[in-house]
Protein backbone atom coordinates (compact mmCIF):
# COMPACT_ATOMS: atom_id res chain seq x y z
CA UNK A 1 0.00 0.00 0.00
CA UNK A 2 1.27 3.66 -0.94
CA UNK A 3 0.96 6.28 1.31
CA UNK A 4 1.96 10.17 0.30
CA UNK A 5 1.77 12.21 3.41
CA UNK A 6 2.19 16.07 3.30
CA UNK A 7 2.61 18.71 5.63
CA UNK A 8 4.07 22.31 6.15
CA UNK A 9 0.61 24.57 4.91
CA UNK A 10 -0.59 27.18 7.21
CA UNK A 11 -1.61 30.75 6.86
CA UNK A 12 0.93 33.00 6.21
CA UNK A 13 1.01 36.81 4.88
CA UNK A 14 1.10 37.97 1.63
CA UNK A 15 4.85 38.09 0.38
CA UNK A 16 5.92 35.57 3.07
CA UNK A 17 6.97 32.01 2.78
CA UNK A 18 6.13 28.51 3.59
CA UNK A 19 7.86 25.57 2.90
CA UNK A 20 6.06 22.01 2.09
CA UNK A 21 7.61 18.54 2.51
CA UNK A 22 5.78 15.43 1.23
CA UNK A 23 7.00 11.79 2.28
CA UNK A 24 5.70 8.56 0.55
CA UNK A 25 5.66 5.40 1.71
CA UNK A 26 4.79 2.16 0.83
CA UNK A 27 6.31 -1.32 -0.37
CA UNK A 28 7.00 -0.31 -4.55
CA UNK A 29 10.02 -0.20 -4.91
CA UNK A 30 9.79 1.79 -7.85
CA UNK A 31 7.83 4.75 -6.64
CA UNK A 32 8.77 8.56 -6.54
CA UNK A 33 7.54 11.71 -6.18
CA UNK A 34 6.87 13.45 -9.47
CA UNK A 35 5.15 16.88 -8.27
CA UNK A 36 3.11 19.47 -6.78
CA UNK A 37 -0.50 20.39 -7.49
CA UNK A 38 -3.23 22.84 -5.94
CA UNK A 39 -6.92 23.17 -6.44
CA UNK A 40 -8.34 26.46 -5.04
CA UNK A 41 -11.68 26.21 -3.76
CA UNK A 42 -14.18 25.97 -7.15
CA UNK A 43 -11.28 25.84 -9.33
CA UNK A 44 -9.70 22.60 -11.25
CA UNK A 45 -6.49 21.16 -9.37
CA UNK A 46 -3.32 22.50 -10.89
CA UNK A 47 0.26 21.53 -11.83
CA UNK A 48 2.56 23.66 -9.45
CA UNK A 49 5.84 21.95 -9.85
CA UNK A 50 6.94 18.64 -12.06
CA UNK A 51 10.16 17.24 -11.55
CA UNK A 52 11.53 14.27 -13.12
CA UNK A 53 12.72 11.05 -12.09
CA UNK A 54 16.22 12.51 -13.47
CA UNK A 55 15.89 15.74 -11.32
CA UNK A 56 14.98 18.13 -14.09
CA UNK A 57 12.35 20.83 -12.77
CA UNK A 58 9.35 22.63 -14.79
CA UNK A 59 7.27 25.05 -13.21
CA UNK A 60 4.14 27.28 -14.35
CA UNK A 61 4.35 30.82 -15.41
CA UNK A 62 2.13 31.69 -12.20
CA UNK A 63 4.80 29.95 -9.90
CA UNK A 64 8.11 30.42 -12.20
CA UNK A 65 10.98 32.19 -10.41
CA UNK A 66 9.02 31.65 -6.82
CA UNK A 67 8.23 28.46 -5.93
CA UNK A 68 11.31 25.43 -5.93
CA UNK A 69 10.59 21.75 -5.93
CA UNK A 70 13.51 19.86 -4.05
CA UNK A 71 13.77 15.88 -3.64
CA UNK A 72 16.07 13.60 -1.65
CA UNK A 73 17.95 11.08 -2.97
CA UNK A 74 15.88 8.43 -2.31
CA UNK A 75 12.91 10.30 -4.25
CA UNK A 76 10.40 9.69 -1.90
CA UNK A 77 10.46 12.91 -0.04
CA UNK A 78 9.86 15.83 -1.91
CA UNK A 79 9.89 20.01 -0.96
CA UNK A 80 8.28 22.54 -2.06
CA UNK A 81 9.43 26.14 -1.35
CA UNK A 82 7.10 28.67 -1.77
CA UNK A 83 8.61 32.72 -1.51
CA UNK A 84 6.70 35.71 -2.31
CA UNK A 85 3.33 33.73 -1.59
CA UNK A 86 -0.14 36.25 -2.67
CA UNK A 87 -3.69 35.18 -2.17
CA UNK A 88 -3.88 33.59 -5.34
CA UNK A 89 -1.74 30.93 -3.89
CA UNK A 90 -4.40 29.84 -1.81
CA UNK A 91 -5.14 26.57 -2.16
CA UNK A 92 -5.06 22.98 -0.64
CA UNK A 93 -1.66 21.39 -2.17
CA UNK A 94 -1.01 17.69 -2.87
CA UNK A 95 1.89 15.77 -3.92
CA UNK A 96 1.88 13.37 -6.65
CA UNK A 97 3.55 10.00 -7.13
CA UNK A 98 4.21 7.49 -9.46
CA UNK A 99 6.01 4.15 -10.54
CA UNK A 100 9.11 4.16 -12.75
CA UNK A 101 8.92 3.07 -16.06
CA UNK A 102 4.83 3.13 -15.48
CA UNK A 103 3.11 6.36 -15.29
CA UNK A 104 -0.45 4.72 -15.64
CA UNK A 105 0.39 3.90 -11.65
CA UNK A 106 -0.76 7.86 -10.06
CA UNK A 107 -0.94 8.01 -6.48
CA UNK A 108 -1.83 11.45 -4.13
CA UNK A 109 -1.61 12.52 -0.70
CA UNK A 110 -4.78 13.79 1.21
CA UNK A 111 -3.63 17.51 0.66
CA UNK A 112 -2.23 20.32 3.13
CA UNK A 113 -4.05 23.85 3.08
CA UNK A 114 -2.12 26.91 2.15
CA UNK A 115 -3.61 30.19 3.21
CA UNK A 116 -2.57 33.35 1.98
CA UNK A 117 -3.78 36.21 3.96
CA UNK A 118 -2.77 39.82 6.21
Known amino acids: QVQLVESGGGLVQPGGSLRLSCAAS????????TGWYRQAPGKQRELVATITYAGSTNYPDSVKGRFTISRDGNKRTAYLQMNSLTPEDTAVYYC????????????WGQGTQVIVSS
Open 96 to 107: KGTRVGNSNYIY
Open 26 to 33: GSITSLYI
